[in-house]
């Protein structure tokens, strides 16, 4: 059998043989090519072990030969080893997307990103940004095209946010206010993920952006900040070139596809940022 990490895996439960039956036959392999497109990775499951799987005579197949077919013999997508895993009484515990995922979320994001009348980006659970549309720059004092976009890729909203090196933190006009939320926001996302490498690198990096850690010491943990401020609070920018902040409140969407993914969308809240997002995106579509 595999030998994989099973902590990753935590404990439901339903059945999956007919879903594991289809996705077989949908990429037109037989019980037998699939035993050894898994033995040519070194993986031991064989054809009768197969077999077993999908006619319900093993009803409980571990987790780690379920997810070594769905990867290696089957290459399904995540949200598809998700639902699979799911079926047969398993939750698979995230892992940061790889290169490969983020550029095929991008992909599967593009309608809803170029579809938005208003600056929207891309992130993965650990809060990295890593694509956007052409009126997002625009917040940064860019254009769509400009080549000094590229820095931005994997930065998290936290850099963002605070980061000094990046200096977007001194274009938020009402950093006292808004901070405070996101940073209630951040430690009620992230709690499950504080053992995590990439959690502790993130906050290795934080403890050298001023005033981080002395608020992040503050929020209390849990939804109670949430609870107790008002429902919508707004980000307040300072755009170079603009005489007035413009206002937005950001809305998190989950992407349908993988749930580690979504699309942050800044949904204009007065009249004169409307205006504005309105100007450019006419200005883009001119060029």
Known sequence: MPRRDASLYTWAVSDGREMLRALR???????????LRLSD?????????VQKIESG?????????????????LNVPYRVRIDVLAAFGY?????????????????????????AIWPCYLVDYAHRIWGWNR???????????????????????????????????????????????????????????RQEPWFHDLMTKAKTWPGFFEMWNRIPEGPQVLLVEPPVIPVEIHVPGLASPLRFRAVHAPVTFDPRFAILHMIPLSVETQAVCAAWAAEDVAT
């Open 57 to 73: 005579t093993i009803k409980r197949p571990t987790a780690p030969t379920l997810d070594a077919i769905l990867t290696v013999g």
């Open 91 to 115: 939750r698979l515990r995230w892992k940061l997307p790889t290169d490969q995922e983020v550029e095929a979320e991008l992909k599967l994001s593009t309608e809803e990103l170029t579809r």
């Open 135 to 193: 009126l997002f720059p625009r917040l940064l004092g860019n254009t769509a095209d400009d080549p000094a976009n590229s820095r931005y890729v994997g930065v998290t909203v936290l850099d963002i946010l605070f980061n000094p090196v990046v200096g977007t933190n001194r274009q938020i006009a009402n950093a006292e206010s808004f901070a405070p939320v996101i940073m209630a926001w951040f430690k009620l996302m992230t709690k499950q993920y």
């Open 25 to 35: 036959e949908t990429s037109g392999l037989s019980q037998m090519e699939l035993a």
């Open 41 to 49: 990775a070194g993986i031991r499951v064989d054809q009768a072990h």
